[in-house]
């Protein structure tokens, strides 16, 4: 059994950054790919970052890309999604998740493990 937990997040003016963490417990991690997720008030909940096993690439949604960076540690077992550039729009809990698979992926239904995610706030 995988637990993960997010930490970073706060509340920052539109312009800022902010660098979320999410560090995993058990074994294997290299073995997942990653994602970050998140939720904004009276919405779906959404794809916003994806990296697979090391050297599989990455994948970002269109009003992220540019600004966002997800990364991974795998000594650490911790995944991080630097944003930079903040809008108010991407005011939301922001939840990582962890797939067993080796490819980037944005199918929520495919990650087994998640978060209980991390509320990010941008002022305007």
């Known amino acids: 059994q995988v637990q993960l937990g997010e930490s970073g997040g706060g509340v920052v003016q539109a312009g800022g950054s902010l660098r979320l963490s999410c560090a995993a417990s058990g074994r294997a991690f290299s073995r997942y790919t990653v994602g970050w997720f998140r939720q904004a008030p009276g919405k779906e909940r959404e794809f916003v970052a994806t990296a697979g096993w090391t050297g599989y690439g990455t994948s970002y949604a269109d009003s992220v890309k540019d600004r966002f960076t997800i990364s991974r540690d795998n000594a650490k077992s911790t995944v991080y999604l630097q944003m930079n550039s903040l809008r108010p729009e991407d005011t939301a809990i922001y939840y990582c998740?962890?797939?067993?698979?080796?490819?980037?992926?944005?199918?929520?239904?495919?990650?087994?493990?998640w978060g209980q995610g991390t509320q990010v706030t941008v002022s305007s």
């Open positions: 998740a962890l797939a067993s698979i080796q490819f980037p992926t944005t199918t929520q239904a495919l990650y087994n493990y």
